[in-house]
Nanobody, 124 residues
């Protein structure tokens, strides 16, 4: 059974940075899609950034391009999200997700395994 544990959330001022981590365990395939998603209060969950570990291909939501960077450490089985130039609208619960294969890397409903989330709050 896949287990995903996020960490690194917190409270920062606008313009600041945070680095999220997601430790993964319990899967057997060496290649898979993994990503970060977020859900602001009262809104639907949305994709932030995803990566295919087989090729290293990355995918970003337009709202975070140029500010966020997703990466994956195969040796540590850990996913990262470096968030720079944070804005108040980036405030949300951030979730890590994994799936062996997805047709559309930024579609929320394509991911089968989810972590519990880590809160990010950006104040103006």
């Amino acid at each position: 059974q896949v287990q995903l544990v996020e960490s690194g959330g917190g409270s920062v001022q606008a313009g600041g940075s945070l680095r999220l981590s997601c430790a993964a365990s319990g899967y057997t395939t060496p290649k898979y899609f993994m990503g970060w998603f977020r859900q602001p209060p009262g809104k639907e969950r949305e994709a932030v950034a995803t990566i295919y570990t087989g090729t290293g291909a990355t995918y970003y939501a337009d709202s975070v391009k140029g500010r966020f960077t997703i990466s994956h450490d195969n040796a540590k089985n850990t996913l990262y999200l470096q968030m720079n130039s944070l804005k108040p609208e980036d405030s949300a619960m951030y979730y890590c997700a994994l799936s062996n294969w997805v047709l559309a890397p930024l579609r929320v409903d394509g991911y089968k395994s989810w972590g519990q989330g880590t809160q990010v709050t950006v104040s103006s």
